[in-house]
């Protein structure tokens, strides 16, 4: 006989190999759909032929795009004129509110300062990093050191960020990094960080700029790396250095690159929601439209307001990734 | 009066070891026209960018004019420099490009506008000064990289291969207008190239390098009839000279079936160093054709045909071995494959190098 073992992990494995099965039979028969479908539209001939090839290529990434994109896109909008329900048309009630009341404008001017101040720092610091690491011995590894952050979720970033922000009574044993320091340094009775507006967002956006720097670095990094040597040597021969090199030639050379990373930063900066659900909850006037939109839908089952807090946030993506699309394209165009 | 000396100038790479550039003496003289040619990898690019600042002087010294500038930074060195891929700066106009080095040195504006209408008119680049850089054809890139060197009225021009992205036409065409605006402006100038035609058409000298060492410095003309080495003689010259490993015999240089009389002293030289054969160099043109079947025998492969010349390639017989010969042979009787030929240098015309060393041993 086997050794005995725990129900509670024979459950588990059991249930880990049927889902694993499932996964299984799931992708055989994903392939043997597909397979079938090519196979018939591989016999198609003459005129069929190419509304065919079209149909089978892009039909399945339409209809995802429709079915994950397109079609939540339109009912959210259809949603955010519905009341809370959605059982009666009450027009722009819901953005009135959005835009007057105090809980909401909050969330509107706490979300306008973060996508201005976290991407801004975030990529200033970023190549003020890419330019100074490249002077180094081991660039690769404090890059790696830098970028590192990147890799964890904003969720375990908050959760390592609760730690240093976290209060404890003065003259007991801290366990808050930041108070611990600022103890040290002489601030006797520090205050329970997280609870103090309006510091406590620039608290919070500090996390953003911490897990954006290494994205910026590197992608900016690559970008100063890639200006021609006989660029930088014909600046030195006309006299440039230092500044001047600085400004007049490394920056607009990478200009396209800068605002690339600048609006990537603000996209996500913008859809910020897993740093304030961790941290605060959008209590303590920390409230950001993201957070706003989620407790609005599932918090307070208010469906019409979510929808037009995530209207609001949709608008605002839109330009920005818009602006990205095109400048990547202006980019490729030169190359 | 602004020449350039290189003083037992040397650059080594770090990690390598041997020096990019060994030991360079060069004295260019105010005005000069001197190009720098050899293979690729034999320093001549380090060369001239030890002189821009662009590259350390590990050791020896460079000065411009009376001023020692082995360490100042480039800027510091008034020179302007011209480089292979015209390094124009593409998010600047035409115009900014060519005021750019003014602009660092903080010279008024409308000074610079002048001055950069003045060297557009003279580069027929006028319409074109509003313009970016990637709007512009490779020739009219080339024109605003010179532009950009002109516009500072440096005391050196320095370049760095700027027609090897040329087309061939345009090549030959700006190679004479290089040529002529650097007489007209009379400024200084090292030029650095890989291809010994656009040497010899236009520097006043020429300096061969080979593995960061100078082989040679001369006039275009002087270097052609005296090449000072093997290397030198193989190098200047299109096609190339025919260096041939002969024994030594009474009265000349043994080929199969014939003697070639050459120069005595020289077999003296090589015979006293206990040397028992030379390296006879003769060039394509230096050959008479004979009817009386003396001289060296040339069986002939191939027949190029360039219009108003035709060089036969053959193959000669030294010491019952195979040699490549190039024949310059009249275009309008050329020989057929296949057909044996015989030849003997004219006199005065043969080269004899020491087989060992590689020197000249003829006067």
């Known amino acids: 006989m086997s050794a005995p073992v725990h129900p509670f992990l024979a459950g588990t494995a059991s249930d880990a190999a049927s889902k694993l099965g499932q996964s299984g039979e799931a992708i055989l028969i994903f392939f043997g759909v597909g397979l079938i479908i090519f196979v018939a539209a591989g016999r198609a001939t003459g005129r069929l032929h190419r509304p065919m090839t079209i149909t089978v290529l892009l039909g399945p990434a339409l209809i995802l795009l429709a079915v994950g994109l397109v079609i939540p896109a339109i009912r959210t909008i259809y949603l955010s004129f519905y009341n809370d329900d959605s059982t009666a048309f009450i027009s722009g009630k819901n953005y009135t509110w959005a835009f007057t009341n105090h809980s909401a404008q909050q969330a509107l001017i706490n979300t306008l300062l973060w996508i201005l101040i976290a991407p801004i720092v975030a990529t200033v610091l970023g190549l003020l990093m890419a330019v100074l690491v490249d002077r180094l011995r081991w660039q690769s590894v404090y890059k790696s050191l830098i970028f590192m952050p990147m890799a964890i979720s904003f969720v375990g970033a908050s959760i390592i960020w609760k730690f240093v922000y976290d209060y404890r009574a003065p003259g007991r044993p801290q366990t808050g990094l930041l108070s611990e320091i600022v103890m040290k340094l002489g601030w006797h009775n520090p205050p329970d960080w997280i609870l103090t507006h309006p510091l406590n967002n620039f608290l919070l956006m500090v996390i953003m700029v911490w897990s954006q720097t290494g994205f910026a670095m590197v992608v900016l990094s690559a970008a100063i790396k890639a200006i021609p040597d006989d660029i930088i040597d014909a600046a030195k021969v006309d006299g440039a250095r230092g500044l001047a090199m600085a400004f007049r030639i490394t920056l607009p050379m990478i200009r396209n690159t800068l605002i690339v990373v600048l609006t990537t930063v603000m996209i996500i900066t913008l859809k910020l929601f897993d740093i304030i659900r961790t941290m605060t909850g959008g209590n303590f006037g920390t409230e950001v439209l993201a957070n706003d939109m989620y407790s609005q839908t599932f918090t307070n089952f208010d469906t019409g307001k979510g929808s037009a807090l995530a209207v609001i946030l949709f608008a605002g993506v839109l330009p920005l990734v818009g602006y990205n699309i095109v400048l990547l394209r202006r980019e490729r165009q030169i190359r | ?363």
């Open chain 2, 1 to 363: 009066m602004t020449g350039v000396i290189y003083e037992d100038a040397s650059c080594v790479y770090p990690g390598a070891e041997r020096p990019a550039v060994d030991k360079l003496n060069l004295d260019i003289q105010d005005g000069e026209f001197l190009v720098l040619v050899g293979p690729s990898g034999c320093g001549k690019s380090t060369s001239l960018r030890m002189l821009a600042g662009l590259e350390e002087v590990t050791a020896g010294t460079i000065r411009i004019g009376e001023r020692d500038v082995t360490h100042l930074p480039p800027k510091d060195r008034d020179i302007a420099m011209v480089f292979q891929n015209y390094a124009l700066y593409p998010h600047m106009t035409v115009a900014e490009n060519m005021g750019f080095a003014l602009k660092i040195a903080g010279v008024p504006k409308t000074e610079i506008r002048q001055k950069v209408e003045d060297a557009a008119k003279l580069l027929e680049l006028t319409e074109y000064l509003g313009r970016k850089p990637k709007a512009l054809s490779g020739g009219q890139r080339q024109r605003v990289a010179m532009g950009r060197a002109i516009v500072r009225e440096p005391k050196v021009f320095l370049m760095d291969e700027p027609l090897s992205n040329l087309d061939a036409k345009l090549r030959v065409q700006t190679r004479t207008q290089i040529a002529s605006l650097q007489r007209r402006l009379g400024i200084t100038t090292v030029y650095v190239t890989h291809d010994q035609v656009e040497a010899m058409t236009m520097g006043d000298r020429v300096a061969v390098l080979k593995d960061g060492l100078l082989q040679q410095c001369d006039t275009p003309r002087h270097m052609y009839e005296k090449p000072a080495n093997v290397f030198v003689a193989g190098f200047i010259g299109s096609p190339a000279m025919n260096l041939i490993e002969a024994p030594i015999v009474e009265g000349g240089v043994a080929f199969d079936g014939t003697v070639v009389p050459v120069d005595r002293d020289s077999l003296g030289q090589a015979s006293s160093r206990g040397e028992s054969s030379v390296t006879l160099g003769v060039r394509p043109e230096s050959f008479d054709l004979t009817s009386d079947g003396t001289g060296i025998a040339v069986i002939v492969n191939v027949v190029e045909e360039l219009g108003a010349d035709a060089f036969a390639y053959g193959t000669a017989k030294v010491g019952g071995g195979d040699v490549d010969v190039i024949v310059r042979v009249d275009a309008r009787n050329t020989p057929a494959k296949g057909e044996t030929l015989h030849f003997l240098p004219k006199p005065g015309e043969t080269h004899i190098f020491s087989t060992v060393s590689g020197d000249r041993l003829s006067q």
